[in-house]
């Protein structure tokens, strides 16, 4: 079986925060994060399993600070681990104060995305492995978070 490490499907963008996506208070629309992390989550799926995916789920994001008009935007998403078709990818968002010159943690999330055939069948993927002791603990934590998920969906 074919395996990936975490760093092979590392993505990276950087954007910056214009007037139109922020409100009142000059902070960007926590919708429009959301839809960015979705659209880098999918990137670096797709880069890992080499198909078509889609969002099966997102489990968490927390909004740690905010990001204001003039900042840089960075996302940053791999895939933490994998299953038969799903793959667990956590994204990383950081907002830069390019007049300071600081750099802050803004929000973390993890998604489920699934590898699909062209009937919208899901298709295994390769597997991952981790190199760096980050990659170690987003991958070791991983069966935990899966396990929660499992959980919550039974609940529906
Ligand atoms: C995600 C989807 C392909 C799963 O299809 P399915 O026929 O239910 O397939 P399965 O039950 O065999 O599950 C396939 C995998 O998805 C995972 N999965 C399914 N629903 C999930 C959920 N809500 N959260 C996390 N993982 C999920 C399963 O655990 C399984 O993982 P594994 O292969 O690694 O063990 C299907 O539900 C779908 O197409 N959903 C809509 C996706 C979409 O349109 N997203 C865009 C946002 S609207």
Same mark, same amino acid.
């Given at each position: 079986?074919?395996?990936?490490?975490?760093?092979?499907?590392? %993505? &990276?963008? !950087?954007?910056? $925060?214009?007037?139109? #996506?922020?409100?009142?208070?000059? =902070?960007?629309?926590?919708?429009?994060? *959301?839809?960015?992390?979705?659209?880098?989550?999918?990137?670096?799926?797709?880069?890992?399993?080499?198909? %078509? &995916?889609? !969002?099966?789920? $997102?489990?968490?994001? #927390?909004?740690?600070?905010?990001? =204001?008009?003039?900042?840089?935007?960075? *996302?940053?998403?791999?895939?933490?681990?994998?299953?038969?078709?799903?793959?667990?990818?956590?994204?990383?968002?950081?907002?830069?104060?390019? $007049?300071?010159?600081?750099?802050?943690?803004?929000?973390?999330?993890?998604?489920?995305?699934?590898?699909?055939?062209?009937?919208?069948?899901?298709?295994?993927?390769?597997?991952?492995?981790?190199?760096?002791?980050?990659?170690?603990?987003?991958?070791?934590?991983?069966?935990?978070?899966?396990?929660?998920?499992?959980?919550?969906?039974?609940?529906?």
């Amino acid at each position: 079986m074919k395996s990936f490490s975490i760093n092979h499907s590392r %993505t &990276v963008q !950087t954007r910056l $925060i214009l007037p139109p #996506d922020t409100n009142h208070l000059d =902070t960007i629309f926590g919708g429009k994060v *959301l839809a960015y992390i979705d659209e880098i989550a999918a990137l670096s799926a797709m880069k890992h399993a080499n198909s %078509t &995916v889609v !969002t099966a789920s $997102i489990d968490s994001v #927390d909004f740690v600070s905010s990001a =204001t008009a003039g900042d840089a935007l960075t *996302l940053e998403a791999c895939v933490t681990y994998t299953g038969t078709s799903s793959m667990e990818v956590y994204v990383k968002v950081t907002a830069h104060d390019l $007049i300071k010159d600081e750099v802050r943690l803004t929000t973390e999330s993890f998604l489920t995305l699934v590898a699909v055939n062209e009937q919208g069948k899901p298709i295994s993927v390769p597997k991952v492995f981790p190199e760096t002791e980050e990659e170690k603990h987003l991958y070791e934590t991983a069966p935990k978070r899966r396990e929660n998920r499992k959980k919550r969906s039974l609940i529906r």
